[in-house]
């Protein structure tokens, strides 16, 4: 790594606390700025970024950036409102989902040829993946109904553990070994996936009685509490990688344990600012890199069609699927609309592209790179354009509607 990195960006990440609020105020994504800023820095720019050679620090970056914020997705959803608001949410997850990811395998067979049928299936599982997180100015909007709030952000927090697991299969099918092995791919996938829960839910619920038993006992302070936390968070993925299982999806499953033992056996709850700024911190480094040595040279090996699927299935194929989805529920048109628009792609799809890019078991595997790239940077500059007018719409479409 060059020497000037760690330097550039603390400064980075300093500068950008002095603007932050005003910035949250202006419905930009963080990770827009520091994508940018990453560009002008890195080796197509000034050259004061460098990540050294090979991919294998970026992606650590990444997976631990991914890994806390499952976690704390997780371990923040409200029970209640679960229970509650459930039916919107639970037909994004079980109906959204399967069907974004059926029809992003189509486009991407018509659009790009090249790619076999089992690859395009890849592509479509890794853009699929949505980050309300991104801006997070839009979650705390009390102009959107709490009912899309709510199922953007359930359905966000779900979508990287169902979309890891449709990838896993679709990548042992596509792999060359698939066609001269006698092993149950979809056993196989479906036995790491169980493995990956029991272990998430076991990390979870041990740590959550420890730290409850030790808050109940006044033996640890509220900020060593949200430490031990994050610790769970990175020890559930370590524990479900050196299963062979899902270390992402153990974390998630990890984060629900820890916050349903945590609010259970302690009156006051845990508060969760240090890991969400871990999170955040991560995930803005990952995309200071990403614009660095990723962004440039990816653009620059995209062609039309990989353009046009990016647009399709981060708009067309989201939108075709919410409003396929919430057929026959009672919430309104704008509504749906407004949850087919924003879904905006991140660090789930950059870290599942990697995933893809480093086992470099399929033909394509630089195709799906270079749309990753194209699909994470539309998504990041067009839903941060649009995100204040969308919710002003939303808010009109609600007060006319409510007059």
Known sequence: MHETTPLVLAVLVLGYALVSQKVDRSFVAPALIFMLLGMALGP?????????????????????????????????????????????????????????????????AVLLPVLPWWEAVCLAAVVAPTEVALIEALMDDRRIPERVRHALSVESGFYDG??????????????????????????????????????????GLVGGVVVSWSRRRDWMSDIWGQLAALALAFVCFAVGERMEASGFVAAFTGGLAFSFMTKRRVGNPLSTQVCDAAGQLLELLVFAMFGA???????????????????????????????VSLIRTDLPMPSRLFIGWFGPRGIGTVVLGLLVVNRGEIQQADVIGTVVVVAVTLSLVLHSVSAAPGIRGLASAAGGAGG
């Open 44 to 108: 197509f720019g000034l050259h004061l970024l460098d990540a050294g050679p090979g991919t294998e620090g970026y992606t650590t970056l990444a997976q631990l950036a991914l890994t806390v914020i499952l976690f704390n997705q997780a371990a923040n959803l409200n029970f209640n409102r679960i229970r509650v608001h459930g039916p919107v949410a639970l037909r994004l997850l079980i109906v959204g989902i399967p069907l974004t990811v059926m029809l992003g395998a189509l486009t991407a």
């Open 162 to 203: 169902f979309a890891l697991a449709i990838l896993l299969t679709a990548l042992a099918l596509a792999s060359e070994q698939a066609d001269r092995s006698d092993v149950n791919w979809v056993w196989l996938i479906f036995s790491t996936e169980f493995q990956s829960l029991i272990a998430g839910a076991a990390v």
């Open 293 to 323: 040595f990723a962004v440039i040279d990816g653009w620059r090996r995209a062609d039309w069609r990989m353009v046009v699927f990016a647009v399709l299935a981060l708009f067309a194929v989201r939108i075709a699927a919410v409003l």
